[in-house]
């Protein structure tokens, strides 16, 4: 029922050696050599690569199938924009969203541990994200509107994710 789609996800989003990175002291832009935000970004890159795409089955009903191609669209749209964004052509906040959005799709449809995996690795991007906020609002790169966002949803998935694992201690 369920694939994992490293090959189609490598190709999907693309190489990260040619990623813009930035200085997490400076927050300048690097002319090159790997720094932590490009770390952080092959981070992201890996989870993204590890989600499972959801296929669909001949049972399946038609809400079956308009849940898992709403989540395989969310997933596809947050790698197309983490792609964007770590070449410098799509803003923080139009990744942020697809990241929520894949979270609120996936809920309905993942089994109830892979739920909690991906909130879990979400969190974690989230987190990767709102450090490259930090370190690019540090160089004058974004606004600190665009670091609150970014705190926002960080603490948004971790608070999901505490409240799932505390519904299902109950």
């Known amino acids: 029922m369920r694939w994992?789609?490293?090959?189609?996800?490598?190709?999907?989003?693309?190489a990260i050696n040619n990623s813009q990175s930035w200085d997490d002291n400076s927050g300048k832009p690097t002319e090159g050599g790997a720094s932590a935000t490009a770390r952080r970004n092959a981070e992201i890159q890996e989870t993204l690569i590890d989600l499972a795409v959801q296929t669909f089955a001949e049972s399946d009903a038609p809400l079956t199938r308009a849940r898992k191609e709403r989540y395989n669209a969310a997933l596809g749209q947050l790698m197309?924009?983490?792609?964007?964004?770590?070449?410098?052509?799509?803003?923080l906040g139009s990744t942020l969203e697809p990241l929520d959005r894949l979270v609120r799709a996936g809920e309905p449809v993942l089994e109830r541990e892979d739920y909690l995996r991906l909130l879990s690795e979400s969190v974690r991007v989230a987190k990767t994200l709102e450090a490259q906020a930090k370190a690019m609002h540090k160089g004058g790169i974004v606004a600190m509107a665009d670091v609150h966002d970014a705190t926002?949803?960080?603490?948004?998935?971790?608070?999901?994710?505490?409240?799932?694992?505390?519904?299902d201690k109950k």
């Open 80 to 91: 197309n924009q983490h792609q964007l964004f770590k070449t410098g052509t799509a803003s």
């Open 152 to 167: 926002f949803v960080r603490a948004d998935l971790e608070a999901r994710l505490l409240e799932a694992q505390a519904a």
């Open 4 to 14: 994992i789609a490293a090959l189609a996800l490598v190709l999907a989003v693309g």
